[in-house]
């Protein structure tokens, strides 16, 4: 078994923290890993953390300031596992200077958040831009230093093979190599158990139907036709109550608009803290199967866009464990994966009359509702974490660096290939170059003296030094 470390972006869910879907991710791979009999060190965000201890957990804490730290708690590892999540650039750039370069890297990409992130860019248009600049300075160094990588779903590994295999990544050493794996997230080994009321004689009352959303109100969601929906269920199904917990990220981590935009509407149509209720404040992860064991029904809504092609919802997921019958919204592969076990309905996006039809039909329906509830349960049993890590753990048990780390000519050639915008810039400004120099470049190519002796690559190789010496000495 292997020394692995887990780094998460974000809180874990342990005492009463409040994490999101990437710390809770983090927190399951450990434990899972664990159970496997790997050696696992989690290491969290210091920023969020005071010598706090976790049980099962050698917990570390972790500055992504901090370079020393960093490369101690690295480098005496077998392999760690990075989110790409992330998403700061300096984190790239101190993971790939301070740890040792020999160290197999398994880069965790299973949010899209290149894609997600353009939902949340709501600025002027050059800081849109210069935020996905940003972004992408800080994702790329990363794909291009990692061993392996995993993401949640079939769609999501043909888009991550076409961004390695442009950023040189998927190339003739690794080609034959599985680079790309699937591991989605998980739900846990153990069922949900009810420990208290929270909802029903609480926030509703006991005979109340219960619909539940869960999770932030984020730009790429679509909260806005849920509650148009809403005003039509209630004219027939008197005592149905929806329920948002948890609208606003409690850390700010997405914008918050959209909450507000819901919030806004809800009370212009007169049905807040009637018919449906906020929950403003986060549950620690381990309180939320009392909400699921209460509810009813649980909604999930979305536009049809690229981000929702590539999704994985967590909050999907986590009604799959807590056995609740699903409406959502399809063009996902969990869409598609409801439809197939029979737990719940797929509706069109933004169309409140279906959506209202087939939230009425469910509610009117109890021994549909049941049903589904244990299509669910059975789902859930076949998404342990336990089952979906198994790529990961057989990666664990072999860490190695890939084929064309150890290998120094693809070092020079194929993962040089793509480095920096700004050799992009040089590379494209010929302008730099005067006609003299024009000549002398392509009697260098057309000789053919360094193609005959050494190739095609690094000919190649040879010509883009050449071109780019020549324009920086031109500026200077």
Known sequence: MSKVLVISPDTIPVGKNLAAGPGIRSFELARALHRKGHEITIAVPKIYYNNEKIKEFNIIDWNIWDKMNLGEICNEQDCVIVPQGLGLAEFSSL?????RDDLPTIIDAYD?????????????????LLLFSNHLSALVPLLKRGDFFVCATERQKYYYVGILNVLGKINPLTYNK???????????EEEPVHERNVLKGKIVDENDLVILWTGGIYPWFDAITLVKAMEKVVTEVKNARLIFMGGKHPRMHAPPESYYKTQKLVKKIGMLNKNIFFID????????QNYFLEADLAVNTHPVHLETELSFRTRVINYIWGGLPIITTGGDEIS?????????????????????????????????????????????????????????????????????RKNEFARKTVLSAVDTLQEHKLMLETE???SDEKTRLRFLIRTGTIFKKFG????????????LKTIRKKRD
């Open 456 to 467: 095609p690559v690094e000919t190649a190789r040879r010509v883009r030094e050449y071109m």
């Open 336 to 404: 598609e994966l409801i439809k197939k076990y029979g737990c719940g309905e797929i509706v069109k996006p933004e169309d409140p009359d279906e959506l209202a039809e087939i939230m009425v039909e469910l509610l009117s329906d109890e021994k549909k509702r049941k049903r589904m509830s244990e299509n669910a349960k059975k789902l859930a049993k076949v998404i342990t974490w336990s089952n979906t890590i198994k790529p990961l753990d057989e990666f664990c048990r072999n860490p190695h660096i890939a084929e064309d």
């Open 112 to 128: 899209p958040n290149l894609i997600e992130g353009i939902n949340s860019l709501i600025y002027s248009e050059k800081e849109n």
């Open 95 to 99: 993971y790939i200077k301070s740890v």
């Open 178 to 188: 599985k680079m790309v794996d699937i591991v989605p997230f998980g739900v846990p």
């Open 281 to 288: 404040q986060w549950v620690p992860w381990y309180e939320m």
């Open 432 to 434: 730099g170059i005067d």
